[in-house]
Structures are given as structure tokens and as C-alpha cells.
């Protein structure tokens, strides 16, 4: 893991599952793609305090941003595009976002410190949990018998293919595909 994160409570992917199926199981889906550009716009007329604001490219240099004790996210426009056009980086971005929104509010959040990412264990990195909820929410472990192979899986639940690579190598770690 590179890059910087913010040190938080830790939970494990096991719990982060149960919350991603949660959000899924909300919108009583019958396929493993999940419309997470669409659902953000839903969760925003459900949370009336959630701000979900689309910024120029020209204004953000991140993809998104989010402060969930402010109950804000901003995603960049090109990103947001993309994600509505199918791209599943992009669709992974927002997801990975809404994961920060959900799981990291009454953290205080914006008074902690950012620290380097390799310095905090990863079920306590802040990146590390919004990457497993965004992976969880939109390649479920649930439905991954739909599909047999990453590349699939890519095509499937709408995702980039290196997302559906590192999907896969958890559940054959964990024994839920063979």
C-alpha cells in the first residue's frame, strides 16, 4: 500500500462485507451490476444533509474527495461522466467514496492527521477500508459464482479488470470460489 491515508478504528473485511451487502440488498437488485452513479443520486434525496457536488475537472485535482462528518462528497466531473458511461474505474471511485461517507463519519476525521499509508495497519487505514467497501459493493462475494474468471467479472459487474483480478484473489483466498 503507497500513498497516505488516515489512521481509524479498525474493522475487518467481514464487517465491511456486511455493510456492502447491506447497501445492496436496499435496492433488492436481481443482477451483480450495481448503478452506484444512480444510487448516489437516490442516497442523496434519502440523507436530505448529504451534499453530492460534481466539481469541474479545472477546480479538483483528486478523482473524489469526501468529509464525512460534513456529510460532503465531490466528485471530479470527468470522473463522474466516465462512472455514468459504465468506465469501472470510475464507477470504483464513487464507490470507494461512498465507503469513506459511510463508514468513517463521528470520526473526526478532518482534525486527525494524514500519515503515510505503510506506516498503519490496513484494517486501520482509512484507503484501505474505502477500497474494500467500493470492491465489496460492486463485485459482492454473494454474487461472484455468476462468473468464471476475472475477466468476466470485469465485464459482469462493471468494473476495471484489475479491480476484478484483486476481487477474485480474495475469494479464492478465502475459499468462496474454487
Known amino acids: 500500500?503507497?500513498?497516505?491515508?488516515?489512521?481509524?478504528?479498525p474493522t475487518s473485511r467481514r464487517d465491511i462485507r456486511l455493510l456492502?451487502?447491506?447497501?445492496?440488498?436496499?435496492?433488492?437488485?436481481?443482477?451483480?451490476?450495481?448503478?452506484?452513479?444512480?444510487?448516489?443520486?437516490?442516497y442523496q434525496l434519502i440523507e436530505k444533509d448529504f451534499v453530492y457536488d460534481i466539481v469541474d475537472t479545472s477546480e479538483m485535482s483528486e478523482h473524489g474527495l469526501t468529509f464525512p462528518d460534513q456529510k460532503l462528497m465531490f466528485i471530479r466531473e470527468d470522473v463522474y461522466e466516465r462512472a455514468r458511461d459504465g468506465c469501472g474505474r470510475d464507477r470504483l471511485t464513487i464507490a470507494h467514496e461512498f465507503g469513506h461517507l459511510?463508514?468513517?463519519r463521528n470520526l473526526g476525521l478532518a482534525r486527525t492527521h494524514v500519515v503515510r499509508a505503510e506506516t498503519v495497519p490496513p484494517h486501520s487505514s482509512s484507503e484501505w477500508q474505502a477500497n474494500c467497501f467500493g470492491g465489496e459493493l460492486l463485485i459482492p462475494a454473494s454474487r461472484i459464482g455468476e462468473v468464471n474468471s476475472p475477466e468476466a467479472a470485469a465485464n459482469h459487474f462493471g468494473v476495471s479488470l484489475q479491480a476484478a483480478k484483486y476481487q477474485w484473489r480474495i475469494y479464492q483466498t478465502e475459499g468462496i470460489i474454487k
Open 20 to 42: 456492502a451487502e447491506k447497501v445492496r440488498s436496499s435496492l433488492h437488485l436481481q443482477t451483480g451490476w450495481f448503478p452506484i452513479v444512480d444510487y448516489m443520486e437516490i
Open 1 to 9: 500500500m503507497s500513498g497516505h491515508c488516515t489512521p481509524v478504528p
Open 102 to 104: 459511510l463508514m468513517h
